[in-house]
């Protein structure tokens, strides 16, 4: 299996409930929602994307033949002698690649592993943390994971409609772009008024880290 990756950087994760915890990302290439150029945007399933996913120009970016090339790449850049090795694979829509083989490599080298998906592709087994972010109009099949970290607002799509699913962890993330003020005073509103919900800051923008 042939990977496509855009980028690999070290960083802290900036989202959700682990917001602050050093990891390297994995952006893969590719999605299933938006083919990720600007034309397409208004037709795509999913319109709201902050993310450049398309190519695999990033830094260290490019196709990997083998899970155990990857997993070493990433591997590379932990600092040397640290414990607590984490990465997040993301994208783009990380479970069109991401495969057992791959999952055991990144096992070996000592990592625990985060997905970041939009839920249309069921995650194979091993992964360590399921960040599940659903998006209106899409199939939803993998329903259950760690955390559920809903853009809010998205019509068609209400928390109330899916806050018992099966997740430890149930998170509004404000939807960035022109509205992205009154989103987050209305995702805080909502989760002041509906307990079971937390706020989900994009922390990485504020500190303008990537
Ligand atoms: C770029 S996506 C990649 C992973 C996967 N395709 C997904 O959608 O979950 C990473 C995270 O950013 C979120 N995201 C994308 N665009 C956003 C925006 N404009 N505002 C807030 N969160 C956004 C997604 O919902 C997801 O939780
Ligand atoms: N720091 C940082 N945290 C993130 N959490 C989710 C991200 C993503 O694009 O998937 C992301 C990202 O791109 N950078
Ligand atoms: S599903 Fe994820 S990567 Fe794909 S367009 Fe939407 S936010 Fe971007
Ligand atoms: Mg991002």
């Known amino acids: 299996m042939t990977y496509s990756v855009k980028e690999i950087f070290y960083t802290l994760q900036g989202e959700g409930l682990r917001a602050g915890r050093p990891a390297v990302f994995c952006r893969f290439a590719g999605c299933n929602l938006w083919s990720g150029r600007e034309i397409d945007r208004s037709r795509a399933v999913c319109q709201f994307c902050d993310t450049d996913f398309v190519g695999t120009n990033g830094t ?8 155990e090339a990857l997993a070493e790449r990433v ?57 599940v972010s659903p998006k209106a109009g899409a199939d939803w099949v993998q329903r259950s994971g760690h955390e559920l970290k809903l853009v809010y607002p998205q019509p068609g799509l209400l928390p109330d409609a899916i806050s018992d699913s099966d997740f430890q962890y149930y998170l509004l993330q404000p939807m960035d772009g022109p509205m992205q003020k009154q989103n987050t005073r209305s995702a805080i509103a909502y989760c002041q008024a509906n307990t079971k919900w937390r706020l989900s800051v994009q922390t990485h923008k504020i500190l303008e880290i990537r």
């Open 60 to 67: 260290l970016g490019g196709k990997y033949l083998t899970a």
């Open 75 to 131: 591997s590379s850049l932990w600092p040397v002698a640290q414990e607590h090795r984490y990465v997040v694979l993301t994208g783009g829509e990380p479970l069109m690649q991401v495969d057992e083989t791959l999952i055991a490599s990144l096992h070996d080298q000592g990592f625990e592993i985060a997905v970041e998906t939009n839920g249309t592709i069921l995650a194979p087994a091993g992964i360590d943390w399921i960040c």
